[in-house]
């Protein structure tokens, strides 16, 4: 569950920066994995995130680069360094990343979005850390060894039938373990979707990301239908689904792209990771818990994009910018 960070904590930190708060600080929305708050600050409203427990201090300067790097091409609020030149700090063994607050004027423009995710790819694809650790984002080899093995953790009916659907699922539509690894890896954000891509009112048509916390080398293909279907969502009627993706997959292929290899496999690619993640499901061995109403939302779009399937895939094919 998320880590609400305390007044101590926070002025600790601040003072890393040399800042001080000038009012109380307001929590953001949003934060699975973390937190963040806004401050009140002589240098003006600063975001300050808290990276949650399950993020060591390798994972965190990681996701701190690829945000710095995305800022510096003006895709993401800068972020700010400590008096020592650090791009986070910790204290009382969490650790926090300071950016610049950026006040969101409205939601992404649905045509916005590929374009701008296209954007950050292409920017990505020179990414160098000097962070090196696991990826956030994996696939087991198979795919459903994982819940396989959740499966024979848990006695909750609830879970059981879920995990049983979602090797079903596998079965009929899995992508297999030799064509995933097959396909190349990128520099991906992780977690692009609507909600973290702010469109600012400062400067016109500005977009810039945020949460980088799940930054990974995965098949960019995935990033591309999970942002779809992030901006999309199950409640969109069937009859415009045809139509929407097209437009932005054609979006985002003018601007970064996608070869006919990796358009057959991409929502094939989705559907599989989607299914095999067993982030949500709690077990013995500890695993994330209080994320009921995200396991709901990303069962629902499990199911819609499992129905629609052939659909996606046909127009995936035959995309063009």
Known sequence: MT???????????????GLQALQAAQPLPGGHVGSSVVVPTSQGPLAVKRFGGRFDATRTRLAAEAHQFAAIAGLAPPVRLT??????????DATYMITEYIDPACPPEPTDFPVV??????????FRPGSLC?????LSDPPALGLERVLRQT?????????EWRLRILADNE???????????????????????LTTARTAGRHLFI???????????????????????????AHLLESTFRSYLSAYHAVMPISAAERALMVDLYITVQAAETRTFTTPEGEIRGMHAFARARHEQLTWIVKHRDLLRGVAEEVRP
């Open 211 to 237: 949460d980088f916390d799940q930054v990974s080398r995965f098949p960019r293909p995935y990033e591309v239908v999970r942002g779809y279907v992030a901006s999309a969502g199950p409640e969109l009627p």
């Open 83 to 92: 008096l020592s030149g650090q791009l986070t700090t910790e204290i009382n």
């Open 117 to 126: 995710l296209a954007a950050l790819h292409a920017r990505l694809e020179d």
């Open 3 to 17: 880590v609400i960070m305390d007044a101590e904590e926070l002025t600790a930190c601040l003072r890393q920066y």
């Open 155 to 163: 006695q909750d009916q609830a879970c059981r039938e879920v995990i």
């Open 175 to 197: 992508l297999g373990s030799q064509a995933v690894a097959a396909t190349q890896r990128s520099w991906i954000h992780g977690d692009a979707r609507p909600d973290n891509l």
């Open 134 to 138: 696991t990826d956030f984002l994996e």
